[in-house]
């Protein structure tokens, strides 16, 4: 017989408590069991609630969630907002979606557009945090917007090296944002040629317009 008791998947934005809803909010103080990366369960776990923290071991962190599942709902805690790029996608392969329910939150791509007031209707959203893009997805085309996740190895620097192979043009807009929410925030503008140049903003989005 399925539990009857859920799993809440809750988007606690780009970092911020600034940028978490109050439905959010509510839901992680309320929460019996919370699950979240070490930062996000410094920021907002309570001394009385059952933590876990989700680190590279994915299938214990799954199995713990299935364990405490079987009594009480499980509330998990994913940076930005869960459809993009999140432990949803793990949750959902393991369970059904009749057991889910999903608490949106303001990603740092959305956050990042919103810094430069871009519409970010018409770009096309990448992640290159942990994994490599397909080719098709980085080649130019004229009055093409980007916004891309980078990491340690697919850092800025990295990328604009990539997309000028791919046909992008020196003097294509770019924007590198970082700690975006945090204080110590930082929104730079570049050219793509500058940006092949660049060290750091390894976690950061870049945002790139033809």
């Not at 103080?29 to 979240?36: C, H, P, R």
């Not at 994994?131 to 990491?151: E, M």
């Not at 770019?174 to 975006?180: D, E, G, S, T």
Request: glycine share 6%; aromatic share 6%; net charge negative.
């Amino acid at each position: 017989m399925e539990s009857r008791h859920r799993i809440v998947i809750v988007g606690i934005g780009p970092g911020s408590p600034d940028y978490v809803l109050p439905i959010a909010s509510r839901t992680i103080t309320a929460a019996n069991v919370l699950v979240g990366s070490k930062r996000a369960l410094d920021t907002f776990a309570a001394e009385s609630q059952i933590t876990k923290i989700i680190d590279k071991d994915i299938e214990g962190v799954l199995a713990f969630i299935k364990c405490q599942l079987a009594s009480q709902d499980v509330v998990v805690m994913v940076s930005g907002d869960p459809g993009f790029y999140s432990m949803l996608a793990a949750i959902r392969k393991q369970f059904s979606a009749e057991c889910i329910s999903v608490i949106p939150g303001i990603s740092s791509a959305q956050l990042a557009f919103a810094r430069l007031a871009e519409i970010w209707q018409d770009a096309d959203l990448i992640s290159m945090h942990g994994r490599q893009a397909d080719d098709g997805l980085l080649d130019y085309q004229p009055n093409r917007k980007l916004g891309i996740l980078t990491d340690t190895q697919h850092n800025p620097a990295y990328i604009a090296c990539a997309l000028r192979e791919h046909g992008w043009p020196d003097n294509a807009q770019v924007w590198l944002c970082a700690n975006l929410s945090y204080d110590n925030e930082k929104v730079i503008a570049m050219t793509l040629a500058e940006a092949a140049g660049i060290p750091g903003f390894e976690h950061s989005v870049m945002v790139v317009k033809a």
